[in-house]
């Protein structure tokens, strides 16, 4: 019996993925990057958390129009994520304050946490990945 | 001169570098996540308004709105496309790009 057999049985451990994401979307390839990898964590039945602080925060901005620089608008995808199972999103009160930002700017629903909950929400995590 | 910054003023300090050695007439031009810096609300906010005393502050449309920041620009300061773009190079006699 293969490794892949013993999964589906539900054997699999299920650890605690925090992906952290502190850039913003377009300037550098993180951010989709580490939306791809997200994604492909999804197939994988873990508990994922996906946190949005710094710059970070920028990549859920609504009203995206990317065809004048000719990149793929992701920003979408994020709605997505919730069919997918994944639907932990939090965003850093703080990181969102310093750029003017509130929730209403952003394309999904997500949980504003302060500094010291996301502190606690990091801390409990088995892994971090960070983009 | 003009002065090209592509850094995110929250990430990096390229905009402050650039702002402390722009002269007074110079131009200032924000291109990709730089373009940041020139919306409402956010902390380069105060500090673009006080240069754009003496400095004439640019930002490039298309990555405004790749960003979704097109409707949050501060007062005076003057959105381009790419032609536009052009035009601030052929004008000055020197570029530097704070990479």
Redesign the interface.
């Known amino acids: 019996m293969s490794e892949m057999d013993d999964m589906d049985e539900g054997s699999g451990i299920i650890k605690k993925f925090m992906f952290l994401n502190r ?6 390839v993180y951010a989709l990057e580490g939306l791809e990898v997200v994604l492909i964590t999804a197939a994988f039945d873990q508990d994922v958390s996906m946190v949005f602080t ?2 970070g925060v ?1 990549q859920l ?9 000719e ?1 793929k ?1 992701f ?1 979408k995808t994020y709605r997505a994520l919730d069919g997918y199972d994944i639907e932990k999103l939090y965003v850093d009160q703080k990181s969102m304050d ?4 509130t929730e209403e700017d952003l394309i999904v629903d997500v949980t504003v946490l302060s500094v010291d909950e996301m502190a606690n929400l990091m801390a409990e995590q088995d892994i971090v990945i960070s983009f | 001169m003009l002065h090209i910054v ?3 003023a ?2 990096r300090g390229s905009l402050e570098s650039c702002l402390a050695m722009a002269t007074k007439g110079s131009a200032v031009l924000l291109i ?2 730089a373009v ?1 810096a020139v ?5 380069a ?1 105060a500090k673009i308004q006080a240069a754009a005393a003496d400095l004439k502050i640019y930002a490039l ?3 405004l ?8 620009v501060l007062d005076g300061v003057n959105v381009v ?1 790419y032609g536009g773009f052009v035009d601030l190079v052929a004008e000055h006699n020197s570029c530097q790009s704070w990479l």
């Open positions: 850039k913003a979307p377009h300037g550098t710094d710059d920028y901005i609504k009203g995206v129009d990317t065809k004048g620089i990149v608008d920003s310093a750029r003017g930002l | 592509n850094k995110s929250t990430e990709e996540d940041y919306t409402k609300g956010g902390t906010a449309g298309p990555d709105a790749a960003r979704g920041m097109s409707g949050r496309d």
